[in-house]
């Protein structure tokens, strides 16, 4: 099936979020290991990384990556409930309540940054 | 001019799937009727315009499963479709269900789906000797609500069109045939509950399953598929636990 009429709808767009999460997350874990490995280089090198960090495009960066891991997280949780507790109609409510909690962790962050 | 002359005086503008796997589109101008179903609109087309259209149908009300196709870009019972709820602006786009061999124009091959059943050990399977007795079932146990949630299923095969595991994994068993495979987890007469669920819990089983819900969102008969496929999962997991898978 192709047809992107037919995948309209919330928990199809809930499986394409915590795919694309979980692969830009996967994408962004070489960057990390990079960054602590300037640990090991030295603190010189440290400061200096982490004050490029301190540049506002990095900042909202760093939203952005709070709220993939976010996501990723409630859509796992989200995932798990569906599949392991009794069967119920809470599919939407589920949904709403992972995306809620993934744009108000990444708003708090966001907040506490500036 | 009431609501409904008006609707009956206009016309509909509507793509058939012509051809087999390799086609094309073709436009037919069909009038516009009352209470119109999609079915009623291919019917004419095969009656008035064109008698060549191959397409399906038996029941026309909801009950055979044999008029599914894919309207507007979704997979619906055409018998049971309003022209009015899917086709606001007058336009429809009929062609054949997604996710199986196309025979000829809206006609699909529903062989592989149905084999999919059978290797679900889809069918009842009673204990032999065959008893002699009723067996006594009582409604509101948990297995019989269960079962009895899945077991409308008309075989429409809307919900196999819908899912992308299946176009991912042609091996995948499919919402329809796990669905069945619960319902008969569940029924307590049934003899083969061990090999049946060795049967889903493989590969091409339940545990493919991504929880899309295009399924559940999908079936006419507001069947979960997805419920029974995370029944399913469940007891794989115990009987896991338990050694006994
Ligand atoms: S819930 Fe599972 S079976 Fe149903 S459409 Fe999604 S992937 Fe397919
Ligand atoms: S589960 Fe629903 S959509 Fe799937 S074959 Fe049965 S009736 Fe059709
Ligand atoms: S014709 Fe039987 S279900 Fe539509």
């Given at each position: 099936m192709s047809d992107w009429r037919a995948r309209n709808h919330p928990a199809w767009w809930a499986f394409l979020v915590h795919r694309l999460s979980g692969l830009l997350l996967a994408a962004f874990l070489p960057l990390h290991f990079w960054a602590l490995a300037q640990a090991l280089r030295g603190a010189e090198r440290l400061d200096g990384f982490l004050r490029w960090t301190e540049q506002p495009v990095v900042k909202l960066a760093e939203v952005g990556l709070v709220l993939l891991l976010a996501a990723h997280l409630t859509g796992g949780l989200r995932l798990l409930m569906l599949e392991f507790?009794?069967?119920?109609?809470?599919q939407k409510g589920l949904l709403a309540a992972a995306a809620g909690t993934s744009l108000a962790a990444a708003l708090v962050f966001a907040l506490n940054v500036v | 001019m009431t609501r409904e002359t008006e609707a009956m005086t206009e016309s509909l503008s509507v793509s058939v799937w012509r051809g087999g796997a390799v086609g094309a589109f073709r436009e037919y101008s069909v009038p516009r009727r009352a209470s119109q179903t999609v079915l009623d609109v291919v019917t004419h087309i095969q009656r008035r315009?064109?008698?060549t259209l191959a397409y399906r149908f038996a029941c026309?009300?909801?009950?055979?499963?044999?008029?599914a196709m894919t309207v507007n870009g979704v997979a619906r019972?055409?018998?049971?479709?309003?022209v009015a709820r899917v086709a606001p602006h007058g336009r429809l786009e009929i062609a054949p269900l997604a996710n199986l061999p196309v025979?000829?124009?809206?006609?699909?091959?529903?062989d592989v789906f149905f084999e999919k059943w059978q290797r679900a050990r889809g069918r009842f399977e009673p204990s032999?000797?065959?008893?002699t007795d009723f067996a006594r079932i009582a409604p509101d146990s948990g297995e019989r609500r269960a079962a009895e949630a899945g077991i409308?299923?008309?075989?429409?095969?809307v919900c196999y069109a819908s899912c992308d595991v299946v176009a991912w994994n042609p091996a995948y068993l499919g919402p329809a045939a796990l669905n069945r495979a619960w319902t008969l987890m569940n029924?307590?007469?049934?003899?083969?509950h061990g090999a049946r669920l060795r049967a889903v819990a493989g590969?091409?089983?339940?545990?493919?399953?991504?929880?899309?819900?295009s399924c559940t969102e999908r079936c006419p008969k507001g069947i979960s598929p997805t419920a029974g496929i995370a029944g399913l999962k469940r007891m794989s997991v115990r009987a896991l636990i338990r050694g006994a898978l």
């Open positions: 507790l009794a069967w119920r109609e809470w | 315009i064109d008698p026309r009300v909801g009950m055979c499963g044999s008029c019972w055409t018998c049971r479709t309003h025979i000829r124009d809206l006609v699909c091959d529903l032999a000797p065959a008893s409308e299923c008309i075989g429409c095969a029924d307590a007469r049934d003899a083969a590969d091409a089983g339940c545990h493919a399953c991504h929880t899309q819900l």
